[in-house]
């Protein structure tokens, strides 16, 4: 193979991984980081919740206490 050949098939092979990147495997990467973002977020919510419950029952104590 000469030099013309042999850029050209570098040329399309560069096109061919670009083509397989952004059809595939960007999508699914992705769709990972949403799907680990979820579980983030549900964490985080569920860990507010518990904060908030917590504080609401040390303020329930210290009423209860304080009037007690």
């Known amino acids: ?4 050949s042999h ?3 570098k040329y399309l092979l560069i096109i061919f991984l670009i083509y ?3 059809k595939f495997i960007l999508p699914m990467i ?12 549900k964490i985080v919510m569920w860990l ?4 908030v419950l917590y504080l609401l029952g040390n ?9 007690g």
Do not use: E, P
């Not at 992705?30 to 977020?41: A, E, H, P």
């Not at 507010?48 to 904060?51: N, P, Q």
């Open 1 to 4: 193979m000469n030099d013309f």
């Open 48 to 51: 507010a919740i518990i904060a």
């Open 20 to 22: 397989i990147t952004l």
């Open 30 to 41: 992705l769709q990972l980081i949403g799907v680990v973002l979820i579980f983030i977020i």
């Open 59 to 67: 303020f329930l104590y210290q009423s209860y206490k304080n009037n």
């Open 7 to 9: 850029t050209i098939i």
